[in-house]
């Protein structure tokens, strides 16, 4: 049988032999490569920092997710021990992270139980995650991320993002017909109690990071400017993450309209999902606010408990994105009757 010179064959290579130190190559190729490890984790990832100081101790890395919460990342280049979940538990602690990320090429059968049992708690959230290299003939390495644990409830969901909406609805929206269910937003804002008491109490709704980059109203109401204004304020970020990210800006700002409804529903705290609708313009909040600058306000109008939604419902808003346009069939069939049930529609 005659070879096939175009075909290689994939090999397994000795993690050291990629990576020989740990921190001076590993962690620096993943900090800039961190676009790598959210497509395996389905988690947006951005705004790294490395060895980012804890008391006497330095953090291997520390970023954001989408939504604005803290990640802290955990690098091993062996097999799995206390020493390093201990310091992962001490940087997620001390820094206030959300999300723990421990990456190890050996993960022990012990501490893959513990990752999942704290898991459980629901008090935090952790991945656990094996590192492999592979290569075909004398190509690169390749780093390869398999999740061993994740959080419960964050499994990966194929749906439309927001960038994919913008591109689709070629920047013109079209008005549901009367009668019919307004558009749906979902709002996943930072997992503490700031935001909680902003969203519901002060009945704002906002996105949680990009500050910097100051009052979108100054920028021309396109998806250009919008990616632009994201490349200028994150240069690193893949082409992958600006899309995620300045879509989800230029959708908060243009493509949300007033009475528009909203979804909150805060897992972390309660199995609670409010609805609410958009009751003002954007807004850039300036002086002493110190988060959650990019605002709008909110009526919130009912709520509804969380297990009232079939599983198949509540998938369609399991996505790891500060704001999206809901667009499960199932959730917004079930929505609009409970909304028509109460007579709030």
């Known amino acids: 049988m005659k070879s096939n010179n175009r075909i290689g064959k994939l090999r397994t290579v000795p993690v050291r032999e990629a990576f020989p130190h740990e921190a001076h190559d590993f962690t620096v190729w993943l900090a800039d490569n961190i676009d790598a490890l959210s497509m395996a984790l389905d988690l947006e990832l951005f705004n790294v920092s490395r060895e980012l100081p804890v ?12 939504q604005g919460n803290g990640v802290v990342i955990e690098n091993q280049l062996k097999r799995t021990d206390h020493d390093h979940f201990g310091k992962l538990m001490t940087y997620w602690g001390n820094l206030e992270a959300h999300t723990a990320i421990w990456i190890t090429p050996e993960p022990r ?32 390495f390749a ?65 949680g990071f990009g500050d910097a980059i100051g009052d979108f109203r100054e920028i021309p109401p396109t998806p250009e400017a919008y990616r632009d204004a994201w490349m200028r304020y994150s240069p690193l970020s893949s082409p992958r993450q600006a899309s ?20 909150y529903a805060p897992t972390w705290k309660e199995r609670i999902i409010y609805v609410g609708k958009i009751s003002g313009a954007y807004e850039y909040a ?51 009757q409970k909304l028509k049930e109460e007579k709030v529609l």
């Open 244 to 263: 995620t990210f300045y879509a989800m800006f230029y959708s908060f700002v243009n493509r949300i309209n007033v009475d528009d409804l909203v979804i």
């Open 143 to 207: 780093p390869l991320f398999t999740v061993i644990v994740r959080p419960l409830g964050q499994t990966p969901v194929v749906m439309e993002t927001e960038s994919e909406h913008v591109a689709s609805e070629m920047v013109i929206e079209v008005e549901p017909p009367t009668g019919a269910l307004p558009r749906v937003w979902c709002f996943y804002p930072r997992r503490d109690q700031e935001a909680y008491d902003l969203f519901l109490n002060k009945k704002i709704v906002g996105v």
């Open 286 to 336: 300036t002086g002493w606010f110190k988060s959650y600058r990019h605002r709008r306000s909110v009526k919130w109008i009912t709520q509804f408990p969380r297990d009232s939604f079939s599983s198949l419902a509540l998938k369609g808003i399991t996505v790891t994105l500060a704001v999206f346009k809901i667009g499960s069939e199932a959730f917004l069939s079930e929505l609009e």
């Open 55 to 66: 008391g006497d101790f330095s953090a291997d890395l520390f970023c954001y997710d989408a």
């Open 109 to 140: 059968e012990e501490h893959r139980n513990a990752v999942e049992r704290l898991n459980a708690l629901n008090k935090m959230s952790i991945y656990l995650v094996k590192l492999q290299v592979v290569q075909i003939a004398d190509s690169p």
